[in-house]
């Protein structure tokens, strides 16, 4: 199957999983590399996806989107609507009634007191929570039984699906996380490594940035399932090493994100070991801007701070040239080939929120220059480097290790030299870069660089919370354990206001309509620069059955599903 064909779809062809396994454990062991190695398995602690989904083996939201991109339930019996009554008619509340039955892998019950802890857990004034966004207009947590869940909203929730819905906000054990709470939740480090779940597997050994060993939960509410007992789950290496470990040596079963040239794809799928399955959502690559100013010689603590501006980068005339020096079609050629398209909008998709932008797909060098000379911002000593209120136009540009981003940022480098920049080039293991570490100076939510470079995605077909990324108080700093997804430390008013007009808005095409002006907004105003809308892009063995890849979701949302396939 040609990669073109791949991509018509969210969602690669895949034969069915058989409606029942023998009996769970019977097919051995499967192996799962992710080059991004996890780092944590507690998803509310970390913004990386390589976290978020490996957690997703073991722990687990009350719904979650399937490869459609649709809403159903997982831990309850039916999504709350108006119409059966689970949402109120004033939008003010939402009903999740918990299935019965359900327990933890410890034995323990799941009940509504662990929804609500979550809450707590993620809200507490003293933590930091990278999923903190999702829990925006939440006034309260009630529990009036033990399979109950009553949310309760301080103003009309149109959208009240941001929360306990998909693999970025799973529920936690409130018996194994209560003395996690607040200032403490990053020094927990069993439970941040071994969380007590309702998912498939268990933790049995987590090395951080390594190998996750994993078995079967022996209290998976389907008894036949998973089918596999334990899963080796790799961590470590770069993108062509796990798609070769699929698909030319079949020493793994499944390689995620291998972000790798087209040409190199084909390659490996002529090993004749697996196949490549692939489909757009809504990941984009992107530059994101720092509006703070990260120098090393600010005091440790407010560096990348609101409280010390970036001296040039929130200058229009700068972020709007860098943005015209860049070739689009040319990074979409060399890095993904018909896994990219030119990405112009924050949320490329769904279609109906994306935005756009004027000569997105266009360089305009020349422009770039004229629109710096036009401001003022010239190479007054004739070094090359323009100044900006005497301040040179002098970035570190930093990203993840891959092969590439190191490619993107050679090409980038060379076109902002050309419009009288002066560049330097740093690149971060993806592991310690994605890591959520608060002692890390190295991760991007710290972004002790001018600029960064990496790839971001929501859950779901509702970018309400995602948008929420952008809001002022949202921004990663000391007091958050620089936990937090306004990675700019992007903050406009108008913003705030649009977007809490966005939660309070039930019609579907104003909702498309506001959430295009707040995409155009993070961009027109120098928080960012998208660069490419990229498909999602991994591979399974022939032998693994049951795979069905979701954009909209972790990609191991079904691994309970999963079963060996045996060969000819």
Not at 381 to 391: F, I, K, L, P, Q
Not at 461 to 476: E, I
Not at 505 to 532: C, F, H, K, W, Y
Request: glycine residues 10%; negative net charge; contains cysteine.
């Amino acid at each position: 199957m040609k990669l073109t064909s791949l991509l018509m779809g969210a969602a690669a062809a895949v034969a069915l999983a058989p409606a029942a396994f023998a009996e769970r454990g019977s097919d051995g062991e499967v192996s799962i590399i992710y080059w991004q190695a996890p780092s944590i398995m507690n998803p509310f602690l970390s913004g990386g996806t390589k976290d978020i989904e490996a957690a997703s083996l073991v722990i687990e939201p009350l719904a979650r989107y399937n490869e459609r991109g649709e809403l159903v339930p997982w831990l309850v019996d039916e999504i709350p609507t108006v119409e059966n009554g689970g949402v109120s008619e004033d939008l003010k509340s939402i009903t999740w009634k918990i299935t019965p039955g359900l327990v933890w892998s410890d034995g323990t019950p799941f009940t509504s007191a662990d929804v609500a802890f979550t809450h707590e857990y993620c809200t507490h004034p003293e933590g930091g929570c990278a999923q903190i966004t999702k829990f925006e207009g939440v006034e309260s947590i009630e529990t009036p039984d033990d399979l109950t869940v009553i949310a309760r909203f301080s103003e009309p929730m149109p959208n009240p699906y941001q929360f306990f819905v998909g693999g970025e906000s799973p529920i936690l054990q409130k018996a194994q996380f209560e003395s996690c709470l607040g200032a403490a939740a990053t020094t927990c480090t069993d439970q941040n490594f071994y969380p007590i779940g309702t998912g498939p597997f268990v933790v049995d050994d987590f090395r951080p940035n390594d190998v996750i060993t994993l078995s079967a939960n022996p209290n998976y509410r389907d008894p036949a399932k998973p089918a596999f007992a334990t899963v080796n789950f790799k961590g470590g290496g770069d993108a062509r090493a796990a798609g070769q470990a699929v698909m030319e040596t079949g020493e793994f079963d499944y390689a995620w994100n291998l972000q790798l040239a087209p040409d190199v794809i084909a390659q490996m799928e002529a090993g004749g070991k697996g196949v490549p399955i692939a489909g757009f959502g809504p990941l984009l690559e992107r530059i994101m801007i720092n509006q703070t100013d990260p120098s090393p010689d600010l005091p440790e603590g407010e560096r990348s701070t609101a409280a010390h501006p970036h001296p040039f980068l929130r200058e229009p005339a700068v972020y709007k040239a860098m943005s015209m020096a860049i070739d689009r079609p040319l990074l979409v050629e060399i890095g993904y080939g018909q896994a990219g398209k030119i990405g112009c909008s924050w949320v490329p998709a769904p279609e109906a929120f994306a935005s756009t932008f004027d000569g997105c797909d266009t360089q305009d060098i020349e422009g770039a220059k004229a629109l710096l000379d036009e401001a003022g911002i010239v190479d007054s000593d004739g070094d090359g480097v323009r100044e900006h209120n005497g301040v040179p136009l002098s970035i570190l540009y930093q990203s993840s290790t891959n092969a590439v981003r190191q490619d993107f940022q050679a090409l980038i480098k060379e076109w902002w030299e050309q419009i009288g920049m002066e560049v330097e080039l740093r690149n971060v293991d993806s592991s310690v870069f994605f890591g959520g570490d608060p002692g890390s100076p190295d991760t991007f939510q710290k972004f002790y660089a001018d600029v960064e470079m990496y790839a971001n995605t929501f859950n779901g077909t509702d970018p309400q919370a995602y948008l929420g990324n952008g809001l002022c108080d949202k921004a990663p700093r000391p007091e958050t354990q620089w936990q937090g997804e306004n990675i700019s430390r992007f903050c406009m008013e108008e913003y705030d206001a649009l977007h809490a007009e966005l939660t309070q808005t039930a019609d579907m095409a104003e909702r498309q309509r506001i959430g295009r002006e707040l995409s155009a907004m993070m961009v027109d105003n120098g928080g960012m620069i998208p660069l490419v809308h990229r498909g999602r892009l991994s591979a399974h063995s022939n032998t693994l059955g049951g795979v069905v890849l979701n954009v909209w979701d972790s990609e191991l949302w079904n691994v309970a599903d999963w079963y060996r396939i045996e060969s000819n």
